[in-house]
Protein backbone atom coordinates (compact mmCIF):
# COMPACT_ATOMS: atom_id res chain seq x y z
CA UNK A 1 0.00 0.00 0.00
CA UNK A 2 1.35 3.54 -0.80
CA UNK A 3 0.99 6.84 1.09
CA UNK A 4 1.18 10.41 0.18
CA UNK A 5 1.70 12.47 3.02
CA UNK A 6 1.97 16.73 2.13
CA UNK A 7 4.81 18.17 3.92
CA UNK A 8 4.89 22.00 2.94
CA UNK A 9 2.80 24.36 0.78
CA UNK A 10 4.46 27.82 -0.76
CA UNK A 11 2.81 30.65 -2.44
CA UNK A 12 5.10 32.17 -5.00
CA UNK A 13 4.64 35.31 -6.91
CA UNK A 14 6.82 36.35 -9.43
CA UNK A 15 6.66 39.34 -12.22
CA UNK A 16 5.98 38.50 -15.69
CA UNK A 17 5.11 40.10 -18.29
CA UNK A 18 4.97 43.33 -16.42
CA UNK A 19 2.49 41.99 -14.03
CA UNK A 20 2.62 39.51 -10.64
CA UNK A 21 1.48 36.12 -11.26
CA UNK A 22 1.03 33.68 -8.34
CA UNK A 23 1.24 29.90 -8.23
CA UNK A 24 0.86 26.87 -5.57
CA UNK A 25 3.32 24.52 -4.54
CA UNK A 26 3.25 21.59 -2.45
CA UNK A 27 5.59 18.96 -1.14
CA UNK A 28 4.29 15.54 -0.55
CA UNK A 29 6.44 12.60 0.78
CA UNK A 30 5.33 9.28 -1.26
CA UNK A 31 5.97 6.18 1.04
CA UNK A 32 5.04 2.35 -0.68
CA UNK A 33 6.28 -1.06 -0.36
CA UNK A 34 8.77 -2.60 -2.63
CA UNK A 35 10.11 -6.21 -3.64
CA UNK A 36 13.75 -6.78 -4.79
CA UNK A 37 15.45 -10.06 -4.99
CA UNK A 38 12.72 -11.82 -2.75
CA UNK A 39 13.14 -9.12 0.47
CA UNK A 40 9.81 -6.74 0.75
CA UNK A 41 10.84 -3.25 2.22
CA UNK A 42 9.58 0.41 2.29
CA UNK A 43 10.84 2.90 0.16
CA UNK A 44 10.40 6.53 0.14
CA UNK A 45 10.12 9.30 -3.11
CA UNK A 46 8.70 12.90 -3.25
CA UNK A 47 6.41 14.90 -4.95
CA UNK A 48 5.67 18.51 -6.33
CA UNK A 49 2.93 19.59 -7.39
CA UNK A 50 2.12 23.26 -8.97
CA UNK A 51 -1.05 24.46 -9.51
CA UNK A 52 -1.66 28.02 -11.70
CA UNK A 53 -4.53 29.92 -13.47
CA UNK A 54 -3.84 30.75 -17.06
CA UNK A 55 -5.25 34.05 -18.23
CA UNK A 56 -8.34 32.23 -19.58
CA UNK A 57 -9.09 31.00 -15.71
CA UNK A 58 -8.07 27.62 -16.50
CA UNK A 59 -6.62 26.09 -13.43
CA UNK A 60 -3.15 24.28 -15.03
CA UNK A 61 -1.61 21.50 -13.25
CA UNK A 62 2.34 20.40 -13.09
CA UNK A 63 3.51 17.59 -11.04
CA UNK A 64 6.99 15.39 -10.67
CA UNK A 65 6.52 12.33 -8.71
CA UNK A 66 10.13 10.60 -8.15
CA UNK A 67 9.36 6.84 -6.54
CA UNK A 68 11.56 4.80 -4.39
CA UNK A 69 14.84 6.90 -3.78
CA UNK A 70 15.01 7.02 0.24
CA UNK A 71 15.14 4.57 2.51
CA UNK A 72 13.97 6.55 5.54
CA UNK A 73 10.97 8.58 5.70
CA UNK A 74 12.79 11.39 7.52
CA UNK A 75 15.84 11.23 4.62
CA UNK A 76 12.09 11.95 1.90
CA UNK A 77 10.60 14.53 4.75
CA UNK A 78 14.18 16.30 5.17
CA UNK A 79 14.36 16.63 0.84
CA UNK A 80 10.88 17.81 0.60
CA UNK A 81 11.60 20.64 3.31
CA UNK A 82 15.00 21.64 1.06
CA UNK A 83 12.73 21.16 -2.17
CA UNK A 84 10.18 23.43 -0.35
CA UNK A 85 12.62 25.77 0.87
CA UNK A 86 14.40 26.95 -2.27
CA UNK A 87 10.64 26.66 -3.82
CA UNK A 88 11.88 24.27 -6.96
CA UNK A 89 9.41 23.57 -9.33
CA UNK A 90 8.23 20.02 -10.78
CA UNK A 91 10.54 20.89 -13.85
CA UNK A 92 13.61 20.68 -11.20
CA UNK A 93 12.57 18.11 -8.92
CA UNK A 94 14.63 15.65 -10.88
CA UNK A 95 17.88 17.85 -11.08
CA UNK A 96 17.96 18.54 -7.38
CA UNK A 97 17.51 14.90 -6.32
CA UNK A 98 20.12 13.45 -8.57
CA UNK A 99 22.17 16.21 -6.68
CA UNK A 100 21.02 15.46 -3.35
CA UNK A 101 21.40 11.70 -3.94
CA UNK A 102 24.88 11.91 -5.79
CA UNK A 103 23.64 9.45 -9.08
CA UNK A 104 21.45 10.11 -12.45
CA UNK A 105 19.97 6.89 -12.01
CA UNK A 106 16.64 8.12 -11.24
CA UNK A 107 14.41 5.17 -13.00
CA UNK A 108 11.13 5.40 -11.65
CA UNK A 109 8.74 8.91 -11.65
CA UNK A 110 6.22 10.13 -13.74
CA UNK A 111 5.96 13.84 -14.76
CA UNK A 112 2.59 15.46 -16.27
CA UNK A 113 1.23 18.69 -16.96
CA UNK A 114 -2.76 18.87 -17.26
CA UNK A 115 -5.02 21.92 -17.90
CA UNK A 116 -8.82 22.08 -16.17
CA UNK A 117 -11.22 24.19 -17.39
Do not use: W
Amino acid sequence: MSTRTRIQTAKVTVDQDCEQKSFLLEYYVLSGDARTDGVRGRTYGIEVLKQSKTDFGTIRVEYRKIFDIFCTEQEAISAACLLARNTVTPIGVHDVIEQLIGTDMIENEAYEIAAIS
